[in-house]
């Protein structure tokens, strides 16, 4: 099989690391895998491949009019590689991407379109990295009811705020580790403002419900404004602060949100540093727990790389997504939430259970009550930091 790559940094090294060092395995099995081109931006560029024969090229014409059968895209660009992977998938190739934003923002464009093409758009590797999670659900959804879906899936965030409450070390210097690490986006933004959990929970949810969820009906509320003062504050009640996406489907209605999460559960609340961990709660098996790295040059290339496997063997499913349902987001289920704020709003004062004062900051613990109402109350009130609490105090 030939094939493209669109794009040639942390990720796109990594498949070609795998593809050059496994080569005899994969020939042993026939999976012939020919790499026929590889889409860059700067040619002037020096890189170092393990293959020296490979072709480089600025010219996205030179893939789209070529022969190849799949191109991988590991580009991290949103417009620009949407509509290039349009016109792929018009020319009949399939697609294997790891760029979570394009998948999350046109997932229905792109999944309708690869059924009329008859090619396979995959991209496990969009989701948790190495951890395989989006087609084991693919299958799932087949037999199963899944109702629930619950996550640390960025892991930025995940390495700030462990080191945080571990260590105690600051926000920003934290978050330059993460960055020298290789695990932030190129603007972080994404990874702290939880939108990056959120296009993953976007996906996940649209993939199990078989429903649209659009970006902005999730509720996103990020890490970049927490501090120490929130982790002695959950210390003290016992809990563990981390990033969640998460949303389930119940009485026809989708709660689903983004946002930190004070728990005791030992699966999230032992997570650490980059790692990724995913809770799936079902019907047949009521609930599975997976973890691992979550980004990372091999790790992300390894759910590339089982994409192809899958295309080649022609195990794939084709998309059988066709956002069928229709569920209305509403983010009615009742919880407990804990706020740091300045000042407390006079609707606020109605929905405190408990409260401290502590470096002038109200740290409250709420009544039970929806998100909706919650937010409604704090519209207002400027520098909050948020977090759903798990379970009951
Ligand atoms: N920036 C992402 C993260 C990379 O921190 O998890 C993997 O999607």
């Known amino acids: 099989m030939k094939i493209a790559i669109m794009g040639f940094g942390t990720v796109g090294t990594g498949v070609e690391e795998i593809l050059y060092k496994k080569r005899k395995d994969l020939l042993k099995n026939n999976f012939d895998i020919e790499i026929e081109r590889i889409l860059i931006k700067n040619k002037n560029k020096d890189r170092n491949p393990h293959d020296k024969t490979l072709i480089f090229t600025d010219n996205f014409d030179e893939i789209l009019n070529s022969s190849v059968d799949t191109v991988i895209d590991v580009t991290s660009n949103l417009e620009e590689t949407y509509e290039r992977i349009v016109k792929l998938i018009k020319a009949k190739k399939n697609i294997v991407t790891a760029n979570k934003a394009v998948v999350s923002k046109y997932f229905e464009v792109l999944n309708e379109l690869a059924r009329e093409n008859e090619v396979y758009f995959s991209y496990e590797a969009s989701v948790a990295g190495a951890i395989p999670i989006i087609h084991p659900l693919m299958e799932e959804v087949f037999f199963n009811d899944i109702s629930e879906i619950s996550g640390i899936l960025n892991g930025t965030s995940n390495y700030i705020l462990s080191k945080m409450e571990r260590e105690g070390s600051s926000y ?5 580790e993460a960055q020298d690490l290789g695990y932030a986006e190129a603007d972080p933004t994404a990874d702290v403002g939880g939108f990056d959990a959120m296009r993953k929970i976007r996906i996940l949810s649209s993939l199990i419900y078989n429903a649209k969820i659009k970006e902005d009906e999730i509720f996103t509320f990020g890490i970049n404004n927490v501090k120490k003062s929130d982790f002695d504050f959950a210390k003290d009640l016992g809990y563990s602060i981390r990033l969640l996406g998460k949303s389930s489907l119940c009485d026809g209605k989708i709660n689903i949100s983004v946002m930190p999460t004070f728990l005791k559960d030992d699966f999230f ?14 019907e047949n098996f009521k609930k599975y727990e997976l973890k691992g790295p979550g980004a990372g040059k091999l790790e992300t290339a390894d759910a590339i790389m089982r994409d192809l496997l899958r295309i080649l063997a022609k195990r794939e499913i084709k998309t059988f997504y066709n956002a069928e349902n229709s569920y209305p987001v509403e983010n009615n289920l009742e919880k407990k939430y804990y706020l740091r704020c300045e000042k407390v709003s006079d609707e606020l004062k109605n929905l405190i259970s408990s409260e401290k004062i502590l470096d002038e900051n109200h740290h409250i613990i709420t009544k039970k009550l929806s998100l909706k109402k919650l937010l409604h109350a704090i519209e207002n009130l400027d520098d909050v930091f948020l977090a759903e609490i798990e379970e009951e105090i």
Request: proline letters at 0%; charged letters at 30%; zero cysteines.
């Open 172 to 176: 920003k210097d934290v978050l330059k």
């Open 269 to 282: 609340a032992k997570t650490f540093e980059g790692t990724n961990a995913i809770k799936v709660l079902g």
